[in-house]
């Protein structure tokens, strides 16, 4: 692991992150807060408002809540499905192909670092166009699951409002109240049991809820990713849960220089070398710009 000689500092300028990073390889982590300005809110930021989300023991043991998440699912998901990367997306893509960036870590379900060309991303707490069984643990396309509920539900989406006009929240949901009447479909896989009927399991998407802990082998994946790199950036992130703050944590305690980009304190400042307060966006593009490339 390379060394940075620079002094350890709470808070600093652009000028002190690019002095601190030049010439290490970096892990990223990334939050929330790199995806708002592809239109998709956070959950924590200065200007978020309060949310209450559901959470694993909601979704599996009330059917009402299962009925509700859907319904509003159903309206979110087509949101996140057309938005686009941006420039802080494109700038992590462009400093892995110099070198730089050895991956990433994101708390993003959105796949916006696979659209913008990164190639070693761990999607953390899973990713918005799969969904899973709970009983066979078969996973399939969220799009085969849209066609489905349309089918069951027809005229829903128009019935709730342009996309446009209603509340998206980061997970591919949305905040939609008249929900009673909307009708989810069970997994329609075989059953592993009797292949001759539908398994009729509960489906949930392929994303990692409050109260449900991260696969343990995408945990160690991800602490191997921090170990091979020379230092860790986050950007986006308010560092509020403990499956990313984690991360910041086993960084500081091995010797390796922290980096918070983020508008606003955060719940991993504390273990931080430097923190920036600024826009990911901006401040993505213009390392991407001021870092030296260095050989693959």
């Known amino acids: 692991m390379s060394t940075s000689p620079t002094v350890p500092v709470t808070r600093g300028s652009l000028a002190d992150v690019v002095a601190l990073l030049s010439g290490l390889r970096l892990t990223v982590l990334t939050g929330a807060g790199v995806s708002t300005d592809s239109g998709i809110p956070d959950y924590r930021g200065p200007d978020s408002p309060p949310r209450t989300p559901m959470t694993f023991q ?12 859907w319904a509003r699912n159903h309206v979110g998901w087509r949101h996140v499905h057309r938005t686009v990367p941006n420039a802080g997306h494109r700038a992590l893509a462009a400093m892995e192909q110099r070198g730089v960036v050895l991956g990433l870590i994101t708390q993003n379900v959105d796949l916006l670092h696979e659209a913008a060309g990164s190639r070693h991303v761990i999607d953390l707490h899973g990713r918005y166009d799969r969904v899973v069984c709970l009983r066979c643990h078969r996973v399939v396309p969220r799009t085969a699951l849209a066609e489905r509920l349309e089918a069951l539900n027809p005229g829903f989406v128009e019935r709730m409002g342009q996309i446009a006009d209603v509340e998206i929240a980061p997970d591919a949901d949305a905040v939609v109240e008249q929900t009673a009447d909307f009708r989810v479909q069970a997994c329609w896989q075989p059953d592993p049991d009797d292949p001759s009927r539908g398994c009729g399991g509960i489906l949930k998407p392929d994303i990692v809820y409050f109260g449900e802990n991260v696969p343990r082998e995408r945990v160690e994946r991800a602490y191997a990713m921090v170990d091979a790199a020379d230092a860790l950036l986050v950007a986006g992130s308010s560092l509020t849960v403990h499956s990313g703050r984690r991360f910041v944590r086993h960084a500081a305690r091995s010797g390796r220089p922290v980096v918070v980009v983020n508008r606003g304190a955060t719940r991993g400042d504390v ?23 260095l050989p693959h």
């Open 271 to 293: 273990y931080a070398t430097l923190t920036l307060d600024a826009g990911t966006s901006e401040t993505l593009t213009q390392l991407a710009d001021l870092l030296p490339p």
């Open 58 to 69: 909601q979704f599996v043991g009330d059917e009402a809540f299962r009925r509700h998440y």
